[in-house]
């Protein structure tokens, strides 16, 4: 038996995620979350937990960057994505950045119990139809050695770089934070040197390729909803 915490966005899903499994994985408890900043907050207040069932796009996730960053947080905590995308680079790189498992949304509920119970054994999990994806692949040295450099961040400096994704000025960032504009770019400094930039554009590009989708596509998609 096993406690799970569930991170989604959507109550629906989750509630329909944590149905699907009861009667084919057996939980001692379930923990909920919709955000990242309660997923950290959950797993800081459960270290008990067995397994981290998180999906990509909750707000404050990042795309990558959230998953890169609870690897480094919290090192021996089994994380299962599940995501709702089928595209073979976003599943290699999810591997790549330390992932347990990656399961599909439209995953059978035994699958996703086999998924879950193979991680609980210690091992490494996908569908059958993306295994060759396990091979190491030329990309894999790129991913790591870029994973290696977000998780010196602090989490504040994770924070920082969050918000610089989404176009926020130092100003609106230190009055989230609530911290002062100095401090802002004291920790914009730090970034800059742990990510091997030199300017807030290098370090946005650099945030780029941690995102699941390029940005031309999500501006499109706003458009057309």
């Not at 959507?10 to 408890?29: D, E």
Request: charged share 20%; net charge negative; aromatic share 6%.
């Amino acid at each position: 038996m096993a406690k799970l915490i569930v991170a989604d966005d959507h109550p629906l899903f989750r509630n329909a995620l944590i149905s699907a499994i009861s009667n084919t994985f057996a939980t001692t408890a379930t923990v909920e979350t919709d955000c990242f900043d309660a997923t950290v907050q959950a797993l800081e207040q459960h270290p008990d937990a067995d397994l981290l069932l998180l999906d990509l796009h909750m707000p404050g996730n990042c795309g990558f960057l959230g998953l890169i960053q609870l690897r480094k947080t919290f090192p021996t905590m089994p994380i299962v994505v599940i995501s709702a995308s089928d595209d073979q680079d976003v599943i290699r790189r999810v591997m790549n950045f330390g992932a347990s498992a990656y399961v599909p949304k439209s995953a059978h509920p035994t699958e996703i119990a086999n998924a879950l119970h193979a991680v609980m054994a210690g091992e490494i999990w996908l569908p059958e139809k993306y295994q060759h994806l396990l091979r190491a692949n030329p990309q894999q040295h790129e991913d790591l050695d870029l994973a290696a450099r977000i998780a010196q961040l602090t989490q504040q400096q994770y924070k920082v770089l969050y918000y610089l994704t989404e176009g926020w000025l130092n100003k609106q960032i230190a009055y989230d934070l609530h911290i002062s504009e100095a401090t802002v770019k004291a920790h914009m400094t730090a970034i800059f040197r742990k990510l091997g930039v030199t300017n807030r554009t290098q370090v946005v590009i650099q945030a780029q390729r941690l995102q699941l989708e390029a940005p031309v596509d999500r501006d499109l998609a706003r458009q057309s909803t």
